[in-house]
């Protein structure tokens, strides 16, 4: 233990309303604003990948719509997904979470992939990712609190 106690309740209403307005900036610049790739697996184009292997899956449908996830809008957030996958294997690997947001390893930065990473396979499928931001982006201010503090909170003990 570091000997620091830190509790989010004492964290005051601007630095909580800074850290989300900036955490949804950055999702949203980094997810939605990425430009399409133009090929992915077997040289297929991203969009007819995108229609032939998974808007056509009805499991993926119906979680897009239980986000409330138009296709146009699933269709960037697969098109970022593509841009990430840089090895083509169709999961994203720790390497290429960390390449595409351009951030360093850390062990913040494992554990939120370990979080997104429901299956425990080490790799993010599309799904793991869709669920995993469309979490992120609903989460009201409270939520996104309790969700960095629970990153932070390993042994669950309520102080760092």
């Not at 992939?113 to 989460?139: I, P």
Request: net charge neutral.
């Amino acid at each position: 233990m570091l000997g620091i106690e830190l509790n989010y309740h004492k964290l005051g209403p601007t630095q909580l309303s800074d850290f989300y307005a900036y955490s949804c900036r950055c999702v949203n610049n980094s997810i939605m604003g990425a430009v399409p790739s133009q090929h992915y697996k077997y040289g297929i184009r991203t969009k007819s990948y995108f229609d032939r292997h998974i808007f056509s899956d009805d499991k993926t449908r119906e979680l897009f719509r239980a986000m409330k996830l138009t296709r146009k809008r699933a269709l960037q957030l697969f098109r970022a997904f593509v841009n990430m996958d840089t090895d083509r294997s169709g999961e994203i690997s720790l390497k290429e979470f960390h390449r595409y947001f351009s951030i360093k390893r850390t062990t913040f930065t494992e554990r939120i992939f370990g979080l997104l990473d429901s299956d425990q396979s080490d790799n993010l499928s599309f799904h793991e990712v869709s669920v995993g931001v469309w979490n992120f982006c609903t989460f009201d201010l409270l939520l996104l609190v309790k969700f960095v503090w629970d990153v932070f909170d390993i042994d669950e003990l309520g102080w760092l």
